[in-house]
């Protein structure tokens, strides 16, 4: 199908616990469904897929980009997004936008914003890494933009809380990792988003993934891979 059809865009968010994807056609979002329960990123994504472009009297031949989240997340799950795009790459020649699940999780600060009339001036978002660490990063409000002041990272909770107070900044914290551990991370200059905005969805990709794709960062499909930061279980603790 020729390119100047293919105006409809997907976005996958599998990083997580609860997956989702989301539908924009010309940059418009249009809609977004999360799948029904935890850890159904395999099982769902197709029919979830189906029925979102159903639902737009829209066919996948008609998907021109994909936006992912390509890591850090769960390892089973960001390799269904990637193992996703590829297909939609290589059989509908759709483009691919690998997004920082961590970026993406920005926009839900954007979203705490806006129901709560204030805007946090730095935020953190945290997954959980296991082992007591965390996949983390720093990032600042300047205008109107979140910008990323320390890199994608994996951390113990004191070495965030060292860099928090470093520059004696209060900083909003959202994020999956919270869930069972937002006691590591509590100090006079933290505070926690409400928990409504701790979990990545396919809506925060697309709002990044746009913008990148505004900028033409788009993946090649023969070199894309999941983002890694850390070896899986298996290998760590055979200490390779």
């Known amino acids: 199908m020729p390119k100047s059809q293919q105006d409809f865009e997907l976005a996958v968010e599998t990083s997580g616990r609860i997956g989702s994807i989301a539908l924009g056609k010309d940059g418009i979002l249009l809609q977004e469904s999360e799948f029904s329960g ?8 197709f029919d979830v897929m189906t029925a979102l472009l159903e639902q737009a009297n829209a066919r996948p031949a008609q998907v021109g980009t994909v936006y992912i989240t390509a890591g850090p997340g769960s390892f089973t799950g960001i390799r269904i997004a990637v193992t996703f795009a590829k297909m939609m790459g290589y059989a509908l020649n759709s483009r691919i936008v690998a997004v920082d699940t961590l970026d ?11 129901q709560a009339g204030t805007m946090p ?27 990323k002041i320390h890199p994608s990272a994996l951390l113990y909770p004191e070495e965030l809380l060292a860099l928090i ?74 200490g390779l």
């Open 38 to 45: 935890v850890m159904k990123h395999s099982v769902e994504l």
């Open 104 to 114: 993406a999780m920005t926009a839900n600060a954007d979203d705490f914003s806006r």
């Open 121 to 147: 001036r730095r935020i953190a978002p945290i997954l959980d890494a296991k082992q007591n660490r965390f996949f983390t990063a720093l990032y600042e409000h300047r205008d109107g933009e979140w910008v």
């Open 165 to 238: 107070n470093k520059d004696n900044i209060p900083t909003a914290l959202l994020g999956e990792g919270l869930v069972y551990y937002a006691d590591k991370f509590k100090n006079p200059l933290t505070t926690l988003l409400e928990p409504s905005f701790w979990t990545a969805n396919a809506r925060g990709v697309y709002t990044v993934g746009l913008k990148m794709a505004e900028k033409h960062l788009y993946s090649d499909i023969n070199t894309l891979i999941p983002t890694y930061i850390r070896k899986p279980d298996a290998i760590e603790k055979r």
